[in-house]
C-alpha cells in the first residue's frame, strides 16, 4: 500500500548515509592531520553540515516537506526563521540535557554544545523537515499510536535509534582504559551516529515487513 514512500524513504536513507560516510572520507583526504578521534569536533561540524544541507535539499526535493498554506514571501521568512529558532533551542535543549547527565558544564563547553548540534541534526532536523516548525504535530508523532503516516513512522524510530545509540555511547566514558575514543564526547558522537544509520536502515525494513498490519488515521 506505501510501497511508493517506502522506496522514497529507503532512497532518501541511502543518500543520507553516503553523504555521511563522505563527510568522514573527503576530510581524512583533504585536510592533512584529520582524523575522528584527533580532530573530533571537526568531524562533528562536518556531518553535522553535510547531514543539515543533505536532508533540507532531499526531503525538499520528494516533497516530504509539508506544504506552506501560504505563499507570501513574509510567510515563508517566518516559517524559515522559526524553523532556526527551533534548531537553535534544540541545541541548547539537548547541551542542558547532556549536562544533567554529567557533561563538564564549563571545562568541555564547546564540546558538550557541539555534541548538542550534532544530535540536533540528526534529530530534530528530520522533525522540521517532515513536520515542519509545528510543536504540536512532533508531539502528536511521539505520544503512543501518533503516526499517521509512514514518514511518521520513521521519525519514530531514526530518532529513538539516534538518542539511544548517544547514551549506549556513553556507558565507556568513567571506564578507566585510557583510550583515545574516551575522550570527551567522542564515544557518544559515534554512538548517535552508529544508531542514527541504525534506524536509517531498520525504519524502511521493519514498515516494509509491517506494512499490513499499519494503519494510519486519516490527518
Known amino acids: 500500500m506505501w510501497d511508493h514512500e517506502i522506496r522514497a524513504m ?19 583526504v583533504l585536510v592533512p592531520g584529520f582524523s575522528v578521534y584527533g580532530t573530533h569536533l571537526l568531524w562533528i561540524y562536518c556531518v553535522s553540515g553535510t547531514v543539515v544541507a543533505v536532508s533540507v535539499a532531499v526531503f525538499w526535493l520528494l516533497g516530504i516537506t509539508p506544504p506552506t498554506k501560504k505563499h507570501t514571501v513574509g510567510y515563508k521568512l517566518s516559517r524559515l526563521f522559526r524553523s532556526c529558532l527551533y534548531f537553535l533551542l534544540s541545541c541548547i535543549f ?20 557541539s555534541f548538542a548540534v550534532l544530535l540536533t541534526s540528526l534529530t530534530t532536523l ?4 517532515v513536520l515542519g516548525p509545528n510543536v ?35 556507558f565507556p566514558l568513567p571506564l578507566d582504559w ?42
Open 178 to 219: 585510557d583510550r583515545p575514543w574516551q575522550v570527551w564526547p567522542v564515544s557518544c558522537s559515534l554512538g548517535a551516529m552508529i544508531g542514527f544509520l541504525t534506524g536509517l536502515v531498520a525504519a524502511p525494513a521493519w514498515i516494509h515487513y509491517h506494512r499490513k498490519q499499519l494503519t494510519y488515521k486519516c490527518k
Open 94 to 113: 539537548f547541551h542542558t540535557v547532556v549536562v544533567l547527565y554529567g557533561a563538564p558544564l564549563i571545562d568541555s563547553a564547546l564540546e558538550t554544545f
Open 136 to 170: 504540536q504535530a512532533w508531539i502528536r508523532v511521539f505520544s503512543r499510536h501518533g503516526a499517521m503516516s509512514v514518514w511518521d513512522t520513521c521519525l519514530q524510530i531514526t530518532v529513538a535509534c539516534t538518542l539511544v545509540g548517544a547514551w549506549i555511547g556513553a
Open 10 to 28: 529507503a532512497s532518501t536513507h541511502c543518500i543520507l548515509a553516503a553523504s555521511v560516510f563522505m563527510a568522514t572520507v573527503l576530510p581524512a
Open 126 to 129: 528530520r522533525c522540521l523537515c
